[in-house]
């Protein structure tokens, strides 16, 4: 049985001592690297390697990281973005994640902290990658990548919110997902909301689907954890 190769994970860094430790110890867990001096080049290579993962500086000559994200996801990139930076201000925290970054860590970090990001972030982008794109919940018809529902074959309006929590939920189809994940992956914790705000988001939802509060059909408590989406058979 072939095994499968190791993600590809390109560094995009100026900084030539800190980009070579990051790329021994990244080629130290067997994964294989690709490395950019600035802004331009790790676009330019992005664009055309199509690595698994990026990891991004913020401040850097030719094109900052913040430019680099944003054009990533402008020319349709889905590729994960993990940047590492120096500043550490919310708002530079909040300016990144609105970038389109998938994640955020600041220096100095723990190899072990890095590690784990990027183990996770490689997870959740195969689980996005295997996940079902279309859900039909009864009378429902959800497309999760045009953002578009309808409901008896009329227009449903959801949220972009509502959007993001069925996706997650379909990514992780059967699996509890835990209110601190929704506030995570969803609201990527920038407006501070509360575990509540996830209970209120997850029952207008269900209104909109139809379901009986009392009884739910697809979209299940888990009492003391969050909730889990159950599709429909056959």
């Given at each position: ?39 331009k ?5 992005a ?10 500086d ?34 530079d ?101 509360t575990?509540?705000?996830v209970?209120?988001?997850i ?32």
């Amino acid at each position: 049985m072939n095994k499968k190769p190791m993600p590809r994970i390109l560094i995009v860094e100026d900084e030539l001592p800190m980009r070579t430790a990051l790329a021994d110890c990244l080629s130290a867990e067997g994964y294989r690297v690709l490395q950019a001096e600035d802004g331009k080049i790790g676009l330019q290579k992005a664009a055309e390697e199509k690595p698994d993962l990026v990891l991004l500086d913020v401040m850097m000559p030719r094109l900052a990281g913040i430019s680099v994200c944003v054009e990533l996801r402008r020319i349709g990139q889905k590729i994960p973005i993990l940047m590492v930076t120096a500043k550490g201000q919310l708002q530079d925290k909040v300016k990144g994640l609105d970038a389109g970054a998938d994640d955020y860590l600041i220096k100095p970090f723990s190899v072990d902290e890095l590690l784990a990001r990027i183990r996770a972030l490689l997870r959740r982008f195969e689980n996005r990658l295997q996940a079902v794109s279309v859900l039909k919940l009864d009378d429902n018809l959800i497309d999760l990548q045009r953002q578009t529902a309808t409901r008896k074959g009329k227009a449903l309006e959801l949220t972009a919110k509502e959007f993001s929590i069925l996706r997650l939920l379909a990514e992780r189809e059967g699996e509890p997902v835990t209110r601190e994940q929704f506030l995570d992956q969803v609201w990527s914790y920038t407006s501070f909301p509360t575990t509540r705000t996830v209970d209120n988001h997850i029952a207008t939802l269900r209104e909109k689907l139809g379901e009986n509060p009392a009884k739910p059909n697809w979209i299940l408590t888990v009492h003391g954890i969050g909730y889990r989406l159950i599709l429909p058979k056959g």
